[in-house]
């Protein structure tokens, strides 16, 4: 990968930015700019027409203006704010926020105050952002944008309910750029208002993002693949269509089995009750008890060690058998009638109130809609909360008794109808050839997206990056430009009871620009930690942090990153049926690195299969 060091080196043509994403006729839209053009001032950048933004056929609006970042860091800055559009439904806002230039007094970086780096930030949910301090506190270029849809009180989690239309069709428009079309002007726009602005090429260019931006970060490296030289992509909902919908199945196991109502759930203090009970039963399967699991794929702590009056039961707050089972049933995850697994489950350790408490999970309802397009699923938002209104969801069972709808079938329905636009799980053939790097931490006990999607993820890319002359997995290849950490007991983009990374984004950096890779990331905290505090190292996956055998178990320096977790048994328990045949289909083997065989399925018949030893819900003899 070659860079412009001295900020005057390559800058990108009109024509090959047009080439990059569509429309083509949009993108040469953005004039070229002669070498000696006049130095533009904050000012001048939206209201001079020779600075490529006033009068472009592609901005419906534009403004810029000096502003100051929030405290505690109080900088000053050049923001530009464009809305940017190629038809009338489409109004995409995007946010720059540029580090003062020389001409507008900047000091202190590499040109001005910028230190020559640009930083995409991305959004949470359905929605965008467009705040971009942490980026220019760091005299970084930051950029954010709306997506397309609005950001308020008046749509806390975006307006991503009225994405299907009362005919029982798709918004693909706003779709669309939500998904990608936002995110993709986002990068190219932040990089062009920035070689205006200060002359000079950017030298390096981050995403920064965690769960949607998570997913727009790999999303960008997907389809983006020239544009960056360095990601990290945090608890990434990238698999939007299958973990949403996913997302339901909790709520309809306790509605299904435990005979809970239509607006409640199991009582909270049963949940918190049977969580802290597969916790003490599995703390110490790593060698360490310290209040985390290590690996929850590899607790088979059952919830019916807690019905009321089995000799283990806590005195209060026991389960009766009925909730036992839906209990299991959230852990082990959506399975067909034929007891393939869809999904994954909500891992043993991790809190339930995000998915399976009261009120039902927002996304419940809306994900329903998208998959049935179906506006009878979702619910209006209303005041800055949400209210629901509907309980269609619960039409769904497990299983389709009754002649109900199955989940399975659900879940089918989006794969078919719409997964291919939402979920983001395409190769990263272009970003590698590019030289970029990527980061994803994902919290293991991650409450409100399975961390095992971005881990099967991640043995896909294995696969497709490995040596092709070996039978298994071989991860050294993709660890060249793609890590993935693991963080036990940490919850959606940080807290819980384990250590979260420290600097993740500083390890990027230096990966980026001084080729070190990083060999662990720092962690730090967790609830679970002493009052004097603990670190952890965070290892690259699949190795796990393993106790010295000496020193405290709350310092780093008492563990080595080693090991395997990419057992036999824990991949089998995690291949997934085929996308798309979600209610009948068989197993995919392709990228996992098992096949049937080894897993226990033969031709004669299904066989003995490796899933969960507790979680024999198909009757087959779980080996």
Not at 272 to 290: E, F, H, K, P
Request: with cysteine; net charge negative.
């Amino acid at each position: 990968m070659t860079h412009s060091r001295g900020l005057m080196g390559r800058c990108l043509s009109i024509a090959a930015i047009a080439a990059i994403v569509a429309p083509v006729a949009a993108l040469l839209a953005i004039p070229g700019k002669a070498s000696a053009a006049p130095v533009p001032t904050c000012a001048t950048l939206a209201s001079d027409a020779q600075f490529g933004l006033k009068n472009n056929p592609t901005v419906k609006s534009v403004a810029s203006a000096i502003t100051t970042t929030a405290a505690p860091a109080s900088v000053s800055y050049c923001r530009v704010t464009l809305v940017y559009g190629t038809n009338p439904n489409q109004n995409i806002t995007i946010a720059v926020g540029l580090p003062l230039s020389p001409a507008d007094g900047g000091t202190g970086g590499v040109v001005g105050a910028w230190n020559g780096r640009t930083e995409g930030l991305g959004g949470g949910v359905c929605t965008g952002t467009l705040t971009v301090d942490a980026a220019v506190n760091s005299d970084y270029v930051g950029s954010g944008t709306d997506g397309g849809h609005p950001i308020g009180p008046s749509a806390p989690i975006g307006d991503c309910a009225t994405w299907v239309t009362p005919q029982g069709t798709y918004d693909i428009q706003h779709i669309e750029d939500f998904f990608r079309n936002g995110i993709k002007q986002q990068v190219l726009w932040s990089k062009e208002i920035a070689r205006t602005y200060y002359s000079n090429e950017p030298s390096y260019n981050y995403w920064n993002g965690c769960s949607t931006g998570g997913r727009q970060g790999y999303l960008l490296a997907q389809e983006l693949g020239n544009e960056l030289d360095g990601i990290l992509a945090d608890a990434p909902a990238m698999y939007w269509t299958r973990f949403a919908t996913a997302q339901a199945w909790g709520e309809i196991a306790m509605f299904d089995l435990a005979g809970e109502s239509p607006a409640g759930a199991i009582p909270a203090a049963k949940l918190a009750a049977v969580r802290q009970s597969a916790i003490a039963a599995c703390d110490a399967n790593d060698g360490v008890t310290d209040g985390v699991i290590d690996d929850p794929r590899s607790c088979k702590f059952s919830a019916k060690a807690n019905i009321c009056g089995v000799p283990a039961a806590p005195a209060a707050n026991c389960l009766t058998a009925a909730e036992a089972d839906a209990v299991d049933r959230i852990w082990d995850g959506p399975r067909n009638a034929k007891g393939e697994r869809i999904w994954f489950g909500l891992d043993r350790g991790t809190d339930f109130s995000g998915l399976d408490g009261t009120p039902v999970f927002p996304f419940v309802q809306i994900q329903f809609e998208w998959d049935e397009k179906d506006q009878s699923y979702a619910y209006p938002l209303v005041g800055p909360g949400l209210s629901p209104t509907s309980t269609k969801w619960n039409t769904v069972t497990l299983d389709g008794a009754n002649n109900s709808l199955p989940y399975a079938k659900v879940a089918q329905d989006g794969s078919r109808n719409i997964a291919d636009v939402t979920d983001t799980f395409g190769p990263l053939d272009t970003f590698r050839a590019h030289g970029g790097k990527m980061i994803t931490f994902v919290g293991a006990n991650d409450q409100l997206i399975y961390p095992r999607g971005v881990i099967n993820y991640y043995r896909q890319m294995a696969s497709r990056y490995g040596a092709r002359d070996r039978d298994d997995i071989d991860f050294t290849n993709v660890q060249r430009f793609y890590r993935l950490f693991r963080a036990p007991g940490v919850g959606h983009c940080g807290g819980g009871a384990g250590p979260s990374p420290a600097n993740p984004f500083g390890a990027l950096v230096s990966w980026v620009e001084q080729g070190v890779p990083p060999a662990t990331l720092l962690a730090s905290g967790g609830s679970a930690a002493p009052s004097t505090g603990r670190t952890r190292p965070l290892c690259p996956y699949p190795k796990t942090a393993i106790y010295n055998g000496s020193g405290s178990t709350d310092e780093a320096s008492s563990f080595h990153c080693g090991g395997n977790l990419e057992t036999r048994r824990t991949v089998c328990a995690d291949v997934l049926v085929k996308y798309k045949h979600e209610l009948h289909g068989e197993l995919d083997f392709r990228g996992t690195g098992v096949s049937p065989e080894e897993c226990g399925i033969h031709e004669s018949g299904r066989g003995d299969r490796y899933v969960d030893d507790d979680d024999d819900f198909d009757g087959d003899h779980d080996r």
